[in-house]
């Protein structure tokens, strides 16, 4: 009997073990799907600032490699000038497309008003 009882012990034992291993390996997998997610989430989220902006003509490697060089605590390698000049670029971009945005604006509103008027 305590031969069995020492068996059925052992066995338990050895299944608490297998399920503790087993589920610190479906955490690792969890964890490391998580980081893909979250990657992902932000690369699809920054992607739609971007277009938001009118900033969608950017390539996507030295896009990543910019992200990677942030992530990793590397120095730009873009000047301080560089820089300086794309967001002026970016800046004057956008404003263009804040000026174009309000003209047509004006000109639906311009249209829907000779509608009203013409009803």
Request: aromatic content about 6%; cysteine-free; hydrophobic content about 45%.
């Amino acid at each position: 009997m305590k031969k069995s009882t020492l068996v059925k012990g052992l066995i338990l034992g050895l299944s608490f073990a297998a399920f503790g291993a087993q589920a610190e390996e479906a955490a690792a997998v969890n964890e490391a799907q998580l980081r893909k997610d979250m990657g992902y989430f932000f690369g699809y989220s920054f992607a739609n600032m971007l277009k938001q902006g009118g900033n969608t003509d950017v390539d996507p490697d030295t896009l990543l490699q910019g992200l990677k060089d942030s992530l990793a605590g590397v120095q730009p390698a873009l000047s301080e000038e560089a820089q300086r000049a794309i967001v002026a670029r970016i800046q004057a971009n956008q404003e263009a497309l804040q000026t174009a945005m309000q003209q047509r604006q004006q000109q639906e509103a311009a249209a829907n008003s000779q509608s009203g008027a013409a009803f």
